[in-house]
Nanobody, 121 residues
Framework: QVTLVESGGGSVQAGGSLTLSCAAS????????MGWFRQSPGKEREFAAG????????DYVDSVKGRFTISRGKVKNTVILEMNNLKADDTAVYYC??????????????WGQGTQVIVSS
C-alpha cells in the first residue's frame, strides 16, 4: 500500500504563484512515477502534470504548459508542482498520483486526498 500526502494548496490572486508538494510512502522501495490530477467545480477530474522516476521526462496538459513545472524533490518519492501565472480556471482540488509507468500516467493506481487551490480574478 502506498500513501500520498499533498501540501501547499491555498488561495492566490490571478497572476500569482503557488507550489504544491507531495510525498509518497510505502511500497517496496520502488521509485515511483508521480504526477498531479485536478478537478475543478462541475468538471471531470483531469490529468495536469506527470514526471518519470528519473525526473528527466515530464508531461503536461496543454492548458498549463509554460506555466506549471513538475520536478522531483530531493527526498525519494517526493514531487513538486510549481504553478505560475495562475488563472481562475486553475481553481481546483489537486490530487497527487502514482502510476505504474510513465506511459500509464493518466491511469493512476494511487491517489492522495487532494489539496485545494483557489485562484481569484
Amino acid at each position: 500500500q502506498v500513501t500520498l500526502v499533498e501540501s501547499g494548496g491555498g488561495s492566490v490572486q490571478a497572476g500569482g504563484s503557488l507550489t504544491l508538494s507531495c510525498a509518497a510512502s510505502g511500497g517496496d522501495g520502488t521509485i515511483f512515477v508521480m504526477g498531479w490530477f485536478r478537478q475543478s467545480p462541475g468538471k471531470e477530474r483531469e490529468f495536469a502534470a506527470g514526471i518519470n522516476w528519473r525526473g528527466d521526462r515530464t508531461d503536461y496538459v496543454d492548458s498549463v504548459k509554460g506555466r506549471f513545472t513538475i520536478s522531483r524533490g530531493k527526498v525519494k518519492n517526493t514531487v513538486i508542482l510549481e504553478m505560475n501565472n495562475l488563472k481562475a480556471d486553475d481553481t481546483a482540488v489537486y490530487y497527487c498520483i502514482v502510476a505504474d509507468s510513465f506511459s500509464k500516467l493518466k491511469r493512476p493506481i494511487y491517489w492522495g486526498q487532494g489539496t485545494q487551490v483557489i485562484v481569484s480574478s
